[in-house]
């Protein structure tokens, strides 16, 4: 299987919108769609690596169980 990272331009559009609404990246409302949907599926991380986001004055703590 192959991925990739194209998306149709009118959910570009979609996703640019609501990062422009909420003031967060692209890739953060992506991630965010994605999880949403995974957890529905029956996903769960358990977080054994947290993060914050240097930017955010608020500091807010995310998964980065990327890495």
């Known amino acids: 299987?192959?991925?990739n990272?194209?998306?149709p331009?009118?959910?570009y559009?979609?996703?640019?919108?609501v990062a422009e609404e909420y003031?967060?990246?692209i890739k953060e409302v992506?991630?965010?769609f994605l999880n949403n949907i995974a957890s529905?599926?029956?996903f769960k991380c358990d977080h054994l690596r947290i993060g914050f986001a240097k930017e955010d004055p608020e500091h807010k703590p995310y998964c980065d169980n990327e890495r």
Not at 13 to 17: A, I, P, Y
């Open 23 to 25: 003031g967060l990246s």
């Open 5 to 7: 990272n194209y998306l």
């Open 1 to 3: 299987m192959t991925f």
């Open 13 to 17: 559009t979609f996703l640019v919108k």
């Open 40 to 42: 529905d599926l029956g």
């Open 30 to 32: 992506q991630r965010i």
């Open 9 to 11: 331009p009118k959910t």
